[in-house]
């Protein structure tokens, strides 16, 4: 009867601190520091010279892996990959697994479509900086709208697996980002 | 009650002539052990009352014991977590780094992704181009 408590406890206990062991427990994943990167890896990783020891073991292991793509690209590739490296760093881990969400569905889409993607991006760059305001004002107070409603809404199934109500934590918190 | 009283008496009084003629050796034999008996009595008690934490490690010690199986199974389960854990980032690491790649170099920027403003732009696009 006791042995059977205690198991019952331990077992309540363990279930308890679960999350809080994968997190905190695991040590952290061991990964060179600035210092001691190669030559090569500086010159391609040099946008994020100021944040790499900042970072965790496997964002760290991640740029190492980009790294190691980066040879077999094209010239302006290259380029664009290193111009917009810092801005990708700074990305809250929400953005980044929007954005990759978004890419992914994207490479699925015809190359028509993919396209008139492009088109639409650089007419959306000529707009006006009010015009633009404007739609991102309007694109929020839709965001917002959507949320109370189905905040309102009785919690049903397709209200918890839908996207506007599933809680924005990311896989990335506790991931590589 | 008289009856018992009255037993008891004859008891006492038996014992005590015993005592009379008892050897001296084995009487202060029984009067060592009798002392002894008490000495131990007297530091079972005073060790209970003053070592409590001693107490509590000797019944921590008897719980581990008793439910070491139970304890072995909690630590592979720990060690298993972990191991998943540790093996789930690690393939996450490789997606994100091949699909960020693939993201930072293409055409259209990870702005483009984002920005909540071209995204509303693109739905009344779409939605105009249905009408």
Redesign the interface.
Known sequence: MA?AR??LI?AVA?WLV?PL??AG??PP?AQPSWSQLSKEQKQILAPLANEWDKMDG?RR??????S???GS?KSD??A??QR??T??AK?SPD?RK???D???S?QKASPETKDA??K??QE?NA?PESE??R??A???L??ASLASKSKKSAPTTSAIIGKHSTPSVS?EQ???? | MNDDTEIGYKVRQTLNQGLDTIDNNVSRRLDLNRQAALENQRMSAGWLRLTGIGHVAELAEFVVFSNARTLLAVMALSIGAAGTYYWKALEQTQEFAEIDSALLADELPPSAYIDRGFNAWLERASDSSLQ
């Open positions: 042995r205690f198991r331990l363990l679960a062991g994968q427990i695991t994943l496997f292991k991640k740029w190492l892996g980009i190691k793509r980066y690209m590739e290259k664009r990959m917009r490296m801005d990708w990305l953005d929007r954005a990759r978004k890419y992914k994207l993607v492009r639409k991006w959306y707009l633009k305001k739609l991102k309007e694109a929020a839709k965001k896989t506790t991931a590589p980002q």
